[in-house]
């Protein structure tokens, strides 16, 4: 069995008296889409800010075999840490592709957008590819303020893919999105995935997340209670009452169920 992209082991975070997550297990292998999934409150952007480095944590966290459990959250990023928000925040004045163009350089986003406006690197090949893996190359020299909620969803996603990370843990990104957005967005991510790009998606979107995800990781009051394939984490009865409801599970289509 391949080893995984990103090993987080004993995971822990307390807020003062409050234990936010309590020894958390997941791993996420090679072109793997791995679920996190459970109740409001269960732990689930707590884990996302441990992994990468935005709040304290005890356990261990790797990226592909390297320890980045004591590095700060920009350095986790080099290591090929990537992430999204649940808040979508560009900038304004720069086109899409320019806004990526940020994203995709280092060290600061100062120096790129001095370069933007000398060398117009908005261009560089990287760019172009988050563009194309999101389906959004047509909008490539759109202004932010021209976009839909399900476009900046889209923008915020290919802003994740631009430095080509090692693994990427989304945020809830169909947040917002309607239907017929959030399951073409969960067709995008499953190919970025065959193409060997791993990662761990946290989403409401039930339907979303048990189509799309090879695995799948259920949250509740910051500890583990299951973990496995779609298909058997929705039949969990643990699951079934702590999160899905028996008639919500019925409705749940899995992916080899489509």
Known sequence: MASPILSARGVGVRYGGVQALSEVDIEVGPGQIVGLIGPNGAGKTTFIDAATGFVRCTGSV??????????????RVRAGLGRTWQAVEL???????????????????WTTLRELVVNGDAAKPSVGHALEALGIMDLAEAMPGELSEGQRKLVGMARA???????????????????DESAE??????????QGTPMLLID???????????HVVVLEFGR????????????????????????????????EES
């Open 91 to 109: 900038f304004d004045a720069l086109t899409v592709a320019e806004n990526l163009a940020v994203a995709a350089r280092r060290p600061t986003a």
């Open 161 to 179: 893919f631009v430095g080509e990370p090692k693994v990427v843990l989304l945020d809830e990104p169909a947040a917002g999105l309607d239907t």
């Open 185 to 194: 967005l969960g067709k995008q991510l499953r190919r970025i995935g065959d």
């Open 224 to 255: 583990v209670i299951a973990t496995g394939r779609p298909a058997d984490v929705r039949r969990d009865p643990k699951v079934v009452s702590a999160y899905l409801g028996s008639a919500a599970s019925d409705d749940i289509k899995v992916g």
């Open 62 to 75: 790797e990226v592909a075999g390297r320890d980045v459990g004591r590095m700060r959250p920009h350095a």
């Open 204 to 214: 409401h979107d039930i339907n979303l997340v048990f189509a799309t995800c090879d």
